[in-house]
């Protein structure tokens, strides 16, 4: 299993969340998990449009351990 580091944050309005291991994958939620879940779907879309992605993200096998910087 692979392990995905993210960074969390809150915003005035919401959640950003962004991987710092892989460039150019965030996202954002009302809430922490909000954010996470849709982090998620932010990473399906990556594998969708991208050749390149490795085969264990694809598969989702991996984990998301996220800091929270306020």
């Not at 969390?8 to 954002?28: C, M, Q, R, T, V």
């Not at 779907?41 to 264990?56: M, Q, V």
């Not at 993200?57 to 910087?69: A, P, Q, T």
């Amino acid at each position: 299993m692979s392990v995905l580091y993210a960074t969390l944050s809150k915003g005035p309005d919401d959640y950003g969340i962004w991987l710092y291991n892989l460039e150019g994958i965030f996202s954002a939620g009302n809430t922490k998990d909000e954010a996470i879940e849709n982090l998620n779907e932010s990473i399906k879309l990556y594998c969708e449009f991208n050749a390149d992605a490795p085969e264990w993200m694809r598969e989702m096998k991996y984990v998301i351990e996220s800091k929270f910087e306020n």
